[in-house]
Every structure is written in structure tokens, then in C-alpha cells.
């Protein structure tokens, strides 16, 4: 078994050198974070029967989900799957380095609408 907690260590090592992970109690939940960036968390939504990312900083509820898997390759893609979600996540919310203060430099991107999260079913 696969908990939430060990998915969070092997993403963290795909995210690099500068990513921390935490293990909840029981492991059902792990938290990862690097200097600088939201705290992002895996835990399972018993209702649903999947394994739910949210990002801390983030009201809108889970930035995706994923389908609970049981062998070593889907297990190894939900991985991958984390880390690339938390990385969309961090450049979607990533500050706009050509803003400034004043209204002149205003994003004109309408944000994206809000919504069911990424939901990942892997094969």
C-alpha cells in the first residue's frame, strides 16, 4: 500500500533538492514545501476514493485529484503527475515579473474559471 505521505517523498525528490516533505499522522497525509512557495498537500477524499492535491494559499479546493492505484507503474505515474501539478500551480500563481504598482502594468489574462481541479486518470 501507497500512502499519501510516501507519494509526497518521491515527489519531492522529482521536484529537486530544495522541496521538503512532512508525513502526517498514520501517514494519511503528506505536506511538501520549498523556500519561498505555497505548502502544497496530499490526502485522500474518503468520499470520492481519491488522492487530492491542494495548495495552502489556494481557497478554491483542490488544485487535482488522481484515481487510486495499486501497481508500481501507476503508482510511479500519479508520482510524476504530482510534481507536474504542483509546477503548473506554481507558474500559474507565480507573480508577474513585469507588474509594478501602478495600474499601467495590469494583467489583462482574465484568471482561469473556478471549477473541478485537474482530475488525472492514468491508465
Same mark, same amino acid.
Given at each position: 500500500?501507497?500512502?499519501?505521505?510516501?507519494? $509526497?517523498?518521491?515527489?519531492?525528490?522529482i521536484l529537486g533538492s530544495a522541496?521538503?516533505?512532512?508525513?502526517?499522522?498514520?501517514? $494519511?497525509? =503528506?505536506?511538501?514545501?520549498?523556500?519561498?512557495?505555497?505548502?502544497y498537500t496530499l490526502d485522500v477524499?474518503?468520499?470520492?476514493?481519491?488522492?487530492?492535491?491542494?495548495?495552502?494559499?489556494?481557497?478554491?479546493?483542490?488544485?487535482?485529484?488522481?484515481?487510486?492505484?495499486?501497481?508500481?507503474?501507476?503508482?510511479?505515474?500519479?508520482?510524476?503527475?504530482?510534481?507536474?501539478?504542483? %509546477? %503548473?500551480?506554481?507558474?500559474?500563481?507565480?507573480?508577474?515579473?513585469?507588474?509594478?504598482? =501602478?495600474?499601467s502594468q495590469a494583467r489583462t489574462?482574465?484568471?482561469?474559471?473556478?471549477?473541478?481541479?485537474?482530475?488525472?486518470?492514468?491508465?
Open positions: 500500500m501507497t500512502t499519501p505521505a510516501a507519494i $509526497a517523498h518521491r515527489a519531492a525528490k522541496w521538503n516533505a512532512y508525513t502526517g499522522s498514520w501517514e $494519511a497525509l =503528506g505536506r511538501l514545501n520549498a523556500p519561498d512557495t505555497d505548502t477524499d474518503v468520499d470520492e476514493g481519491e488522492l487530492r492535491l491542494t495548495a495552502g494559499l489556494d481557497p478554491t479546493g483542490p488544485i487535482a485529484t488522481f484515481r487510486e492505484m495499486h501497481t508500481p507503474a501507476g503508482i510511479a505515474a500519479v508520482t510524476e503527475a504530482v510534481a507536474q501539478e504542483i %509546477r %503548473r500551480h506554481l507558474a500559474e500563481t507565480a507573480p508577474d515579473p513585469t507588474a509594478s504598482d =501602478g495600474p489574462e482574465a484568471p482561469p474559471p473556478p471549477g473541478r481541479p485537474h482530475s488525472h486518470h492514468l491508465p
